[in-house]
Every structure is written in C-alpha cells, then in structure tokens.
C-alpha cells in the first residue's frame, strides 16, 4: 500500500525593504531583508530636470533590487531621504535645493513608478532613524544623530520614537543664531550656526584667519583650503588651521548642549561629511565640552564627554535609516 506524501513547501520569506539616500551628487540604495543587507547601488544622481531625477531614482533602485536577486514584486515598502524639508505625510517635498524640487509629490511618483508603498523624510531625520541598527545604539532611547556637513541639523529620537515637532523641523539648530553680528544665513537670519561651523563657513574662516595671517594680504590671494584639508593641517600643527577648528569645536560644543539640555538626551552620534575628519575633529569639540563641564555644575551632571560619539566607520546610518522608515510606514515594529 503506497503512501501519500503532501510536498512539504518552506516557509515564506519575509519581504524585502528598500532604503534610499538621495544626495546633490549620489544616489545610494540598500536592499534589505530584516536587518540582513542584500545589495547595494550607487549612482550618480541626474539633475537636468526634477522629472530626470526621479527617473535616475527608480532606475537606482530597480538595479539595487536586480542585483539582490529579486523583483520589485518582493519589496514590501521603500524609505527616501530627501535633503531638504518634507512632508512625511502628504509624501512631498517642500524644498529640496540640491534637487531643484519645489512642491513635489515625490512619494506618489515613486509609487506610480515602482508599484511599491514609498515613504519620504528628511535624509538627517531618516539617519537618526537608522541608528537602531547598529548594536552600539541599539538600546539607547534617547539620542541625537548631529550631521555636520554642508549643513546643520540633528535628527532627534525620544523613546524610541522620531520626534518631528509640529512643523517636522525639530532638529533644525543649524538655524538657530549663535553670534549677533555675523554673516547672513539663506535662512535669513544673521549668525546662524550653520554659518559659522558648517563646511562652506570653515573654509570661509580659514580663508580670513590666512589673509590675516598674510604678509601680504593686498597682492597674494589665499589658497582655497578645504574643510579636510584645513583638519589634516590642523592635527599636523598647523597654527591657523588649528586656530579654526578648536573655534568650530566651541560652536558646535554649544550646540551639542543646547541639544542635550533641551532633550535630555542619552547619546549624541556625530556625522556628515565634516566628521570624517575623525578624532581630531571629534577632539575639538571634546576640547570645549570639557571647559563647559568646568565651569557649570548643571553640566556636569548632564553632558558627559562619553556621551558624545562619531558614526562608526562603515555603518551607513541613513540607508539602515531607509530600511526603517520603510518599517515605520507599514507599522511593522522596528527590533
């Protein structure tokens, strides 16, 4: 007597989730299943239109998806970073001045392009997000991730939770005056953080600490140092350069205190571009961190230097943050 054998079928996969770094000049995609990294692509990003640029997305993340073996038919959602201010609920983008989008209903296109649920957020605030991927951050409820780059801003998380404010500009301190007298933000206002730390304003500062410096400030015009250039120089000892980022230190050793002290925060994780400078640029602001903890007793006992860490080398928190967000938006628990 034969038996019947019914084909035992394996268990489904769980689906995949797409995360997406939109930048001025890149693209970059990460194709993820769980906390399990698939496939990667980079590409240049194509600005001759905001319609080109989109196209340039998709195509981006079609290859990213091809590449992990898969169709677009496996992914269960995708997450955007956008640089510029988003409307995380409508799906739209505000203003994306690198992009050139004004008023874009960015996340609708993707979903009409893709076939797949697409979730947009400002790139800084998706970064925050990413930070529960990596096992250093894991458990921390109560973080910053303060981008140091072309801009300012910090992505703020409160148990566990991204925190937007009302107009979903928390974070945005790179905006918030810092001296009364000093250069004109595009914001509008004057003395801007953003224009006296960010890369442009350290490379504008070390252009005047160098003319001054000058013999001949009237006939030699001064190099145009860059932002890693002037840090190398100033770990070599270079005095003016070393001069400007301990003064970059002090702005953005106030600026981790307004944090810490506004949110009671557990955790500051410093990234963007600027960091990459590394110890010496994460030993400046310890540097002014210090002095403060001097002086106040109040900061003491809330602003440790422990507390303040560079994004570990290699960890791309704002596509893990494009993995989350995809999570978030389905309502799938982040782990």
């Not at 739209?92 to 009409?112: K, P, R, S």
């Not at 998380?157 to 945005?172: D, K, Q, V």
């Not at 602001?285 to 001097?294: A, F, G, K, P, V």
Request: aromatic fraction near 6%; charged fraction near 20%.
């Amino acid at each position: 007597m034969s038996t019947l054998r019914i084909p035992v079928q394996p268990p489904p996969r769980p689906p995949l989730r797409v995360g997406v770094d939109v930048g001025g000049t890149k693209v970059a995609v990460l194709v993820a299943r769980e906390d399990q990294e698939l496939a990667r692509k980079v590409n240049p990003t194509r600005l001759e239109t905001p319609a080109q640029t989109l196209v340039g997305i998709t195509d981006t993340i079609r290859e990213a998806v091809a590449l992990a073996g898969a169709e677009m038919g496996d992914v269960a959602a995708i997450g955007v970073g956008i640089p510029g201010r988003v409307d995380p609920t409508l799906g739209t983008v505000q203003m994306a001045v690198n992009l050139n989008w004004q008023d874009m209903a960015a996340g609708a296109a993707f979903e009409q392009a893709l076939g797949v649920p697409c979730f947009l957020e400002n790139d800084v605030r998706m970064a925050a997000l990413g930070l529960k991927y990596h096992p250093a951050f894991a458990q921390v409820c109560d973080l910053a991730y303060f981008s140091v780059g072309t801009g300012i801003a910090a992505g703020i998380i409160l148990n566990g939770t991204l925190h937007r404010g009302r107009h979903g500009m928390a974070g945005e301190i790179g905006h918030v005056s810092v001296v009364s007298d000093g250069v004109r933000c595009p914001c509008g206002a004057t003395g801007c953080l953003e224009t006296l730390a960010a890369g442009p304003a350290i490379e504008r500062r070390m252009a005047h600490a160098w003319a001054q410096n000058s013999n001949d400030i009237t006939s030699h015009t001064p190099h145009p140092y860059t932002t890693a250039e002037i840090f190398r120089m100033a770990e070599a000892g270079d005095p003016t350069a070393r001069a400007v980022v301990l003064e970059t230190g002090k702005y953005l050793g106030w600026a981790i205190k307004m944090l810490v002290f506004t949110y009671d925060l557990q955790l500051i994780v410093l990234g963007g571009g600027v960091s990459q400078a590394g110890t010496t640029f994460l030993d400046a602001i310890l540097q002014d961190i210090h002095r403060q903890r001097d002086e106040s007793e109040l900061v003491r006992s809330l602003l440790a230097p422990e507390m303040i860490q560079l994004l570990p080398a290699g960890f791309d928190a704002p596509l893990w943050g494009g993995i989350a967000l995809a999570e978030s938006g389905l309502k799938i628990p982040i782990e």
